[in-house]
């Protein structure tokens, strides 16, 4: 066995970084260009998935330390003035510590903002709709064709797309969802058809 010297470095492995939406997002689109239509669905859907978890963690860590940030005592009884200020410091702590207990610690969150805008204007679906009918999943290109439609409605080719898809004979237009919409949103649809 060989020890270590003084001042001698240590070997450590890094942990492998987690993959974030960014990340899985590039690879279905390189997935796409090269024709590898079933990768580009596994991970375009990944990172689709990856997205929201992410946002929904945000959001929740935010709600919890804005109703803490509330109740938290001042240590600035002198200058009122910067009390907000005070505030947004310990919310901002807060929602960070949130995170890191939620998120992988080796996760990269630098994002490039034309990602974000892409998954915030659905995006994502476009190349997902194209994907699933290269794979033969024709309900599920109709299904991603109409949630980009919902959130670009002005976005023709997709329109088209979407008359191409319901005009299969395997897509049943009855099913076609909005894969963004929330579970309560189809169980509320379904419990007003059943109240008609």
Do not use: W
Not at 49 to 56: I, N, R, V
Not at 111 to 131: A, G
């Amino acid at each position: 066995a060989t020890t270590q010297g003084y001042g001698q470095k240590q070997s450590q492995t890094q942990p492998e970084k987690v993959k974030n939406f960014e990340d899985l997002y590039s690879e279905g689109k390189e997935a796409y260009l090269d024709n590898n239509f079933k990768d580009c669905v596994t991970t375009i859907e990944a990172a689709i998935k990856d997205f929201k978890f992410y946002t929904d963690t945000v959001s929740k860590c935010k709600l919890k330390c804005s109703r803490k940030s509330e109740m938290f005592p001042s240590v600035l009884k002198h200058s009122p003035e910067i009390v907000p200020f005070e505030k947004l410091i310990h919310e901002t702590l807060c929602v960070m510590k949130c995170k890191q207990k939620t998120l992988s610690k080796t996760r990269v969150e630098n994002i490039e903002e034309k990602t974000r805008t892409d998954f915030e204007t659905k995006k994502p679906y476009d190349f997902l709709q194209l994907c699933y009918y290269q794979t033969g999943d024709h309900q599920n290109a109709a299904n991603a064709a109409f949630t980009n439609l919902v959130y670009n409605s002005d976005h023709e080719a997709m329109r088209e797309n979407l008359k191409f898809y319901m005009a299969l004979p395997e897509v049943d237009e009855n099913i076609v969802k909005n894969l963004e919409s929330p579970d309560y949103v189809e169980q509320y649809l379904v419990g007003t058809d059943h109240y008609r």
